[in-house]
């Protein structure tokens, strides 16, 4: 009997002898960091293999019991397969972050690391586990994990419209499908030839690797991304907005600032957002 598609949310299971599907991972670098093949020829963070449904599933269910880690999209990519371990298990379609907005995915991961300070823990990790609390106020973690969600909402928003404009949502099969795709194809050619591609990102003064934020927005750069002023970029850059606004506020009035380490804090957030989005 087929997995119900609930089970689906319960994150990545393995299988039961599900058809072309498998509960192990080889070992190659792809699977072990959940890197799908596609994006092996970026140098980008393992973070970044996820699929459209995986991110929607994650964004349903980081609710107010998990605000006490940070956000992360939980997909896994079978070793069988073409689709993720839960996609497979639950017998959905499953897709990468469309190609034409992929670079707004990476802008979502940069966004997220920007952030993350707001998860420090007692032991200098991030998210509260049973041995370390978090260090700050769970009222502010909390009001930091409400934009989270808000900007993971504007992202799907962004996926839900661009997919629709090319006739890419939905259960479209045969010729409409191929079609649909053939002409998404064209439309991305097209763009990636005015695409301005930074070079690559190399070490840093002292040898060491950027942080992720920075390797993030670099990665930004390097892939498709929305006009600021078209009818679907415009809503995900004022998503950005109202989320750097509500973070900068949040430090600005719920800390202390007598404190030195929060008035360092402060500044570093101030200068560190990241360049990509810089302008808004």
């Not at 896994?76 to 379609?93: F, G, L, N, P, T």
């Not at 509260?128 to 934009?147: G, K, M, N, P, R």
Request: contains cysteine.
């Amino acid at each position: 009997m087929p997995p119900k598609r609930a089970e689906a949310s319960n994150g990545p299971q393995t299988p039961r002898k599900a058809a072309g599907c498998t509960g192990n991972t080889p070992n190659t670098p792809a699977a072990n960091h959940g890197v799908h093949a596609e994006l092996l020829e970026y140098a980008d963070p393992a973070e970044t293999g996820w699929c459209i449904h995986c991110f929607k599933i994650t964004v349903r269910d980081w609710n107010e019991n998990e605000w006490v880690r940070p956000f992360k999209i939980n997909c896994v990519r079978d070793a069988a397969s073409k689709r993720c371990q839960r996609c497979c298990h639950a017998h959905d379609k499953c897709e990468l972050l469309y190609e034409g907005i992929r670079g707004h995915g990476f802008e979502l991961h940069a966004l997220l690391e920007w952030v993350m300070e707001f998860w420090i823990n007692e032991e200098s990790e991030f998210g509260e586990t049973d041995d370390a609390s978090l260090v700050h106020d769970i009222e502010i973690v909390h009001a930091a994990a409400v934009a989270v969600r808000d900007l993971c909402a504007g992202l799907d928003c962004l996926i839900k419209s661009h997919g629709n404009a090319h006739d890419l949502a939905g259960e479209r099969g045969g010729g409409a499908a191929d079609k649909a795709k053939a002409s998404y194809a064209q439309y991305c050619s097209f763009r990636r030839r005015f695409l301005q591609v930074p070079p690559p990102l190399g070490p840093r003064s002292d040898g060491t690797r950027h942080p992720k934020r920075i390797q993030f927005e670099h990665c930004a750069r390097q892939h498709l991304r929305l006009d600021i002023h078209s009818d679907f970029g415009l809503p995900w850059y004022m998503s950005v907005l109202s989320f750097k606004e509500t973070i900068e506020g949040l430090i600005r009035d719920k800390f202390d600032h007598s404190d030195a380490n929060i008035v360092a804090w402060y500044t570093t957030m101030l200068a560190t957002f990241p360049l990509t989005i810089s302008l808004l």
